[in-house]
């Protein structure tokens, strides 16, 4: 081993785990180290160039604390964060696809009645959204729950802006007995990624733009079920075909209907014009996971 040569390095590392206790962690290392290796005998940086890789890490890691995690947002726009997403909600037999969690959920909403909104401060143009959590066998889901949480109309999430109530846009609803739900919120709008750190820099460089088209974010569980981790985008949304962290997937772009009719607003308690969205869940029974 102490012949460490550009052709014998790579084989040098690899042998000395070979001891690790762990076997998981000897197998991702040996792949990591691998393609690690692969992946500098091609772009074959320069001493410089590798220093500037270092400093770029060094700076996002250093903007890590309780409030922000830069490294999961270079997962997201690197794409890794939905990859892994996929290769863990294979063969999901028709249920509800999942995409990104984000960095903005906040535990304890409070849960609401039927038909009632998130929105504490009546900001923002308002939807309607109904439909039923179902299993993939079809049967609705009596007692499933629905955590939703979204932007306000300026694209902040509340605990981003010192303006907005507490919680505000977040909400829980329970399905009733025949698997309905029905809840209002917000027409979300597109917003953008937090980019003013290494990874906005990143992007900047790259030409691409930090912005997710408009979204509402909804965890939804039942006993017995896989939950989802999921998302309803705008049908329309100019970013739809280039979101910033890749989680847009067409089975979860809808369309958000307007409605002009005050007699018809009133009826759900909102005021003209406001959207319609309708949308069914449905969960798998973690028996056949
Ligand atoms: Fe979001």
């Given at each position: 081993?102490?012949?460490?040569?550009?052709?014998?390095?790579?084989?040098?590392v690899l042998d000395s785990m070979a001891h690790a206790p762990d076997r998981r962690l000897h197998s991702v290392m040996t792949s990591l180290i691998s393609h690690l290796h692969a992946f500098i005998r091609e772009v074959e940086p320069t001493q410089e160039e590798w220093a500037t890789a270092i400093?770029?890490?060094?700076r996002t890691g250093q903007?890590?604390?309780?409030?922000r995690q830069e490294f999961i947002l270079l997962s997201d726009i690197t794409g890794v964060t939905m990859l892994v997403d996929a290769i863990n909600h294979r063969s999901q037999d028709g249920a509800t696809e999942s995409t990104i969690f984000g960095p903005f959920y906040r535990e304890g909403a409070q849960e609401l009645p039927v038909g009632a909104t998130i929105s504490k401060d009546g900001r923002g143009e308002p939807v309607v959204v109904t439909g039923k959590v179902l299993s993939t066998s079809g049967t609705p889901i009596a007692g499933?729950?629905?955590?939703?949480?979204?932007?306000?109309?300026?694209?902040?999430?509340e605990q981003?802006?010192?303006?907005?109530?507490?919680?505000?846009?977040?909400?829980?609803?329970?399905?009733?007995?025949a698997g309905g739900y029905c809840f209002v919120g917000i027409k979300p709008v597109s917003y953008s990624i937090l980019d003013d750190g290494p990874v906005g820099q990143l992007l900047r460089v790259l030409g691409r733009h930090p912005f997710r088209p408009a979204h509402i974010h909804l965890l939804i569980s039942a006993n017995g079920f896989a939950p989802v981790t999921t998302h309803l985008f705008v049908k329309g949304d100019p970013y739809l075909d280039s979101d910033a962290v890749f989680?847009?997937?067409?089975?979860?772009?809808?369309?958000f209907v307007r409605h002009d009719s005050?007699?018809?607003?009133?009826?759900?308690?909102v005021t003209a014009p406001f959207y319609k969205v309708a949308y069914d869940f449905v969960l798998k029974p973690l028996s056949k996971r």
């Open positions: 081993m102490s012949n460490n040569t550009e052709e014998q390095i790579t084989r040098n400093q770029f890490l060094t903007l890590c604390d309780e409030k499933a729950t629905l955590d939703i949480w979204e932007t306000d109309e300026n694209g902040l999430y981003q802006d010192p303006e907005q109530p507490d919680m505000n846009l977040r909400g829980k609803f329970l399905t009733d007995s989680g847009t997937k067409d089975s979860l772009i809808v369309d005050a007699e018809e607003a009133a009826r759900y308690n």
